[in-house]
């Protein structure tokens, strides 16, 4: 009987567990599809004569190199970027415990973790059972202010991106990606809602002291029928880095690890690794980017030469 509700409990366990991951994959996958959706497509060559839209995004999302092309390692740089981007707001907006307006004068917009997020955070490992305790207290008593706050981090997450990275959309395309973006951004609170009110406390990270394969996978951004080439069509047979899968072996040699994706903790256990992008990975992209640059110096000196009393007096 005791070996029985052993196996019982354990099964429980694994079921609560998959239940969870399966939460976390759907929010996942539903950012990723948006994001190939809306930045898997050819932007129009003029948009490239736009240099300060393109300087601006490189400097939001670095390190992810951001060339000014159509090629498929710029493709999916676009795609690592909203990913990384879109990321990050959710893991110190969206996935936290317990939801508080900011003080008079607080930016939310640039804010980390507030302060009962760290408190929480600490708890649940030196006392699990306290802190269970104090978020369940949290959470019951206003569930309703708890979804409209949830609800105007989400606006602001929609606006941010809609400003950063849906300048390189046309204006129809433009609208669709801000009602897409709400819609996911509303279906990731009711997701994470399923997983704060757990009794051992889920929580992300997009940072970690090691980069192994225990917190970290190389990012996948193809899907299904909307794959990017892996090849560059260029005869050389070169891969476009972005496109192909590195073995988990790279990630011990790698010399920089760039997150895409937070991963998640539950408890001091990783339930699920994060995303990120090797320097093998991004290598074709920092490569284009820095040759765009170059050529882009080399006529902005030309232009300046050109325009110059000296030049002019010399001609």
Request: proline share 4%; with cysteine.
């Amino acid at each position: 009987l005791h070996s029985l509700r052993r196996r019982q409990r354990q099964m429980c366990i694994r079921d609560r567990r998959a239940t969870r991951l399966r939460e976390i994959d759907k929010i996942y996958e539903h950012a990723k599809r948006l994001a190939v959706n809306f930045f898997n497509e050819d932007l129009p060559e003029a948009m490239f004569s736009n240099t300060f839209i393109f300087d601006e995004i490189r400097r939001l999302v670095q390190p992810i190199p951001f060339p000014v092309s159509n090629s498929p390692a710029a493709k999916k740089a676009r795609i690592a970027a909203f990913l990384s981007s879109l990321g990050s707001r959710l893991a110190y907006m969206i996935f936290v415990p317990y939801y508080t307006q900011p003080d008079d004068g607080d930016d939310n917009k640039k804010r980390r973790n507030d302060a009962i997020t760290i408190l929480l955070s600490d708890l649940s490992l030196s006392d699990p059972k306290r802190e269970l305790h104090l978020r369940s207290v949290l959470l019951a008593t206003s569930p309703g202010e708890q979804k409209n706050i949830a609800h105007e981090r989400a606006e602001i997450i929609v606006m941010e991106l809609y400003h950063n990275m849906g300048v390189l959309l046309s204006g129809e395309q433009q609208r669709k990606f801000a009602e897409a973006l709400r819609r996911f951004c509303y279906e990731a609170i009711e997701s994470w809602d399923l997983l704060r009110s757990i009794r051992v406390k889920v929580e992300p990270f997009i940072k970690t002291e090691e980069d192994t394969e225990i917190y970290w996978l190389p990012a996948e951004l193809d899907m299904g029928s909307q794959v990017v080439a892996v090849k560059q069509d260029n005869g050389s047979g070169k891969s476009n880095g972005l496109g192909s899968k590195p073995s988990l072996r790279s990630l011990k040699s790698a010399k920089k690890v760039t997150a895409v994706w937070p991963g998640f903790c539950y408890g001091s256990e990783v339930l699920k690794q994060g995303f990120m992008l090797l320097d093998s990975q991004v290598r074709s992209a920092d490569e284009e980017s820095a040759s765009s640059h170059s050529r882009r110096t080399w006529r902005a000196t030309q232009r300046a030469m050109t325009g110059s009393p000296v030049q002019n007096r010399r001609s």
